[in-house]
């Protein structure tokens, strides 16, 4: 079991348990599980609508995680990494703050997501 909790500035947080390692639960199908306002359109990794940032919440060394093949497109286009980012973040497999919470799967880590 993973915790997830969900920030946005103009709604309270919320925080929900998740299945970790489903290979199914994505952070936006978790979000809309819970009725948490996540934006998307696509579900697909194409349109960049559901762009969130995501940490740990405590001081626990993060997981990696690999972005996917779309994410990685999806997120040079809006500016939020770079492809020297996205290398180093594959050598050092270290997880990319930003996601798309239709691509993410979630692991076993308690997570802020932000949104
Ligand atoms: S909803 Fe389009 S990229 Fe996630």
């Not at 489903?22 to 009725?35: G, P, V």
């Amino acid at each position: 079991m993973a915790l997830v909790t969900f920030s946005n500035p103009e709604y309270k947080d919320k925080t929900v348990y998740a299945v970790a390692g489903s290979h199914t639960e994505t952070i936006l199908k978790i979000a809309k599980e819970h009725k948490i306002p996540v934006q998307f359109d696509c579900q697909d990794g194409e349109c960049g609508h559901c762009l969130v940032r995501v940490t740990g919440i405590d001081d626990k060394e993060r997981m990696g995680y690999h972005l996917t093949e779309k994410e990685r497109t999806v997120l040079k286009d809006l500016g939020k990494l770079t492809q020297d980012d996205i290398d180093r973040l594959m050598v050092e497999d270290v997880p990319s703050e930003w996601r798309l919470a239709c691509q993410m799967i979630v692991r076993d880590e308690d997570i802020l997501v932000e949104y």
